[in-house]
């Protein structure tokens, strides 16, 4: 009898089109046996002749599908069973699922392929997808992944879409959201006058209705987006002036890669980035301006078309840069149900692009950028989401509420680290509410019981997270210092338990064990052993509390309260406004004054003095704005930034821009020298 290999998969290897690659790959090599979806990834049993199962093993690790993610192939010799043919068996069924949910995927190119070939009977058809390609996360309702728990359950398939459903041989093979025109969902044109006539006449008037320069809110794959031409100035600013965001950066969507090289610079790694299974969007440098878009930047956000659609409009003629932004007003959560977005979009965009399949949940675009470690990820959402980034040793599972701007919550279950989609800043009412939902959709898809939670929040009490987290009935919870928080998850994503380590944690705003606000942290320790504060920032007054991160003038007022011998601020080339003196009358009288040690701050006292004193309209914009200045100067010596008993002493440092500044040095050699000080003082 023939030798025989038991075979375990772990990874992403489930709802990616894993089992029908075992069954052609076990085919190809005239193996016999089975291969099922078991409690912790793929287990296949085959038996054959010695030199096919080694072949077989190897190309399971080299030729998974495009969207799999083999982790771990376990191969052990055991017993024949005297099977003659190979088999996709029913799944196990399992306690608890500890099956990974695949992120959403880019439309894959067999689709595209079919999407544009006349003959195909999914030719243009927008929903095309296969066991490579298209929904996941924001389709799937419950677990198992199968179709009665994903958003396309109310469309049966028709004979076409189940015999190839059916046929472990085919693509399709058990891809849930698998539909045609005959069977599937479509799109359709709301408030665009004639009714349109199919998916085509649809998508052929949106893009002539983007070409008149005219707002389009188009249902993607997890929520709205409005959409406008990009190199239309008029549209843009139209866009900009009914969205209420005054100077935000848009991001931008090209029509291929080509074009994208023609709107930014792209290194091999951004072009790898912008064309990698997450088509994130990718921050790279500018090479043209495209007015209105990102003002006061030198990069765009720049992302690749990734679902059938996007193709589709393209290919219709859409202008072949278009602003793809989240549909919603200023910092709210992306829109995502049909009635939602009518409500909260009219008078926004002229024009609605729907699909009928429904959205289980809103995922935004993810942005993300080179770094000198490699990719950084600065929001992590579509096409990351709800992916594992880490493994923990618990044994329980657990909860981390996050913080309140920018909020994501993880859930821990059996030691899988599975972060949420990005959810938004939870002082607005949808975003609260959609951070609640998040927590009850993580907990019950991975069936997880309350009272065996533990619960980890921010120690900020007045968090809207913390006092949600606080009262979780049942659960038990601990509270976790912000900024040890920042350190901790960085080394949690190595798998670095007890590597001592010195951590910076360079931030706007997080609540101090003492109390204040912190920012600008040094602790030594390890995860296990816990991390001790041992160096910040010089304490520096905040005046008015939390509204002067709203104000530079406001916070410079508490940074250089301290400084001697400065400069006239009122006077050019400063001419701070009125708002400065006021704050500084705060800071002396010790009024509605506060204490805090955060770099966010220290940053906005530098924008302040280089010229930005007006009031932001985004999180970061001044600091952001002073790295563009940097950018554009070559190299120089950095201002001095000493580590004096613990403190990074602030005093030298802001002395020597404004001096600099008064005497008419360059703003973009100040900026720079600024950044290096910084540098340097770390
Ligand atoms: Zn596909
Ligand atoms: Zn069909």
Redesign the pocket.
């Known amino acids: 009898m023939n030798p025989a290999r038991s075979i375990r998969i772990r990874g992403i290897v489930q709802g990616v089109g894993f089992r029908p690659f075992v069954y052609r790959l076990a085919h190809e090599h005239g193996l016999a046996g089975w291969v099922l979806n078991g409690e912790e990834g793929v287990a296949i049993h085959a038996e054959g002749a010695e030199e096919a199962l080694c072949a077989f093993v190897e190309a399971l690790r080299t030729q998974a599908p495009p969207a799999a993610h083999v982790s771990e192939v376990e191969v052990q010799a055991v017993e024949p069973a005297g099977f003659s043919g190979f088999t996709i068996r029913e799944s196990e069924r399992r306690d608890r699922p500890t099956v990974r949910i695949s992120p959403d995927?880019p439309?894959?190119?067999?689709?595209?392929e079919?999407l544009f070939d006349p003959s195909n009977p999914r030719y243009r058809y927008p929903y095309?997808?296969?066991?490579?390609?298209?929904p996941r996360y924001t389709v799937i309702v419950a677990l198992p992944y199968d179709r009665p728990n994903t958003t396309m359950k109310q469309w049966s398939l028709d004979a076409y879409c189940d015999g190839e459903y059916q046929d472990p041989g085919n693509?399709?093979f058990h891809?849930q959201p698998v539909a045609c025109p005959r069977c599937g969902p479509h799109y359709f044109l709301r408030n665009a006058g004639e009714p349109a006539n199919g998916d085509d006449d649809a998508i052929q008037r949106t893009a002539g209705i983007l070409r008149q320069g005219e707002i389009v809110a188009v249902k993607g794959l997890g929520g709205y987006h409005l959409a406008c031409d990009a190199c239309n100035p008029t549209a843009v600013n139209a866009l900009r002036q009914r969205k209420f965001r005054k100077e935000k950066p848009f991001a931008v969507m090209a029509r291929d890669v080509d074009v994208a090289r023609s709107i930014v610079e792209l290194s091999p790694e951004a072009e790898a980035l912008l064309t990698s299974v997450a088509r994130p969007i990718v921050l790279a440098a500018a090479k043209t301006e495209l007015p209105g878009v990102a003002p006061d930047n030198d990069e765009i956000g720049i992302m690749l078309p990734y679902t059938p659609l996007h193709h589709l409009l393209f290919a219709a003629g859409a202008p072949e840069v278009l602003v793809m932004t989240s549909a919603n007003r200023s910092s709210e959560p992306i829109a995502y149900d049909e009635q939602d977005a009518f409500d909260r979009l009219a008078g926004v965009a002229d024009t609605f692009l729907v699909g009928e399949r429904p959205i289980a949940r809103r995922v935004d675009d993810s942005v993300a950028r080179v770094g000198a470690f490699g990719p950084a990820i600065l929001r992590r959402s579509r096409g990351y989401a709800p992916g594992a980034v880490a493994t923990l040793p618990a044994e329980r599972p657990l909860l981390a509420a996050g913080a309140d701007l920018k909020n994501t919550v993880t859930l821990v279950v059996d030691g899988q680290v599975f972060v949420s989609q990005h959810i938004g800043d939870l002082d607005h009412y949808q975003a609260f509410q959609a951070f609640q939902e998040t927590i009850r959709d993580l907990v019950s898809m991975y069936e997880v019981s309350w009272d065996e939670l533990l619960v980890a929040h921010d120690a900020h009490p007045q968090y809207f997270s913390t006092t949600y987290s606080l009262g979780l009935p049942g659960a038990e919870q601990i509270a976790v210092q912000h900024h040890r928080a920042h350190v901790a998850s960085v080394l949690a994503e190595r798998g670095e338990w007890d590597r001592p380590v010195l951590g910076v944690s360079f931030d706007g705003t997080g609540y101090g064990d003492d109390g204040s606000i912190w920012g600008g942290e040094f602790f030594a320790g390890s995860v296990k052993a816990g991390f001790q504060r041992v160096a910040h920032l010089r304490r520096a007054h905040l005046p008015g509390g939390d509204a002067a991160a709203q104000h530079p003038v406001q916070a410079a007022a508490g940074f250089l309260a301290q400084i001697e011998a400065l400069p006239d601020m009122s006077a050019a080339p400063f001419s701070f406004p009125p708002r400065y003196r006021q704050a500084l009358e705060l800071v002396d009288k010790d009024v509605r004054s506060f204490t805090t040690t955060s770099i966010g701050r220290l940053f906005d006292t530098a924008a302040a003095l280089l010229g930005f004193t007006r009031a932001i309209t985004f999180e970061g914009q001044a600091a952001m704005w002073v790295e563009a200045l940097a950018h554009k100067s070559r190299d120089v010596a950095g201002y001095p930034f000493p580590f004096v008993d613990g403190e990074l002493d602030f005093r030298p440092l802001l002395l020597a821009v404004a001096e600099d500044r008064r005497r008419g040095r360059r703003q973009e050699e100040i900026a720079r020298a600024f950044q290096r000080g910084v540098a340097r003082g770390v």
């Open positions: 995927l439309v894959c190119e067999l689709c595209l079919e095309i997808n296969c066991t490579n390609c298209g693509r399709r891809a």
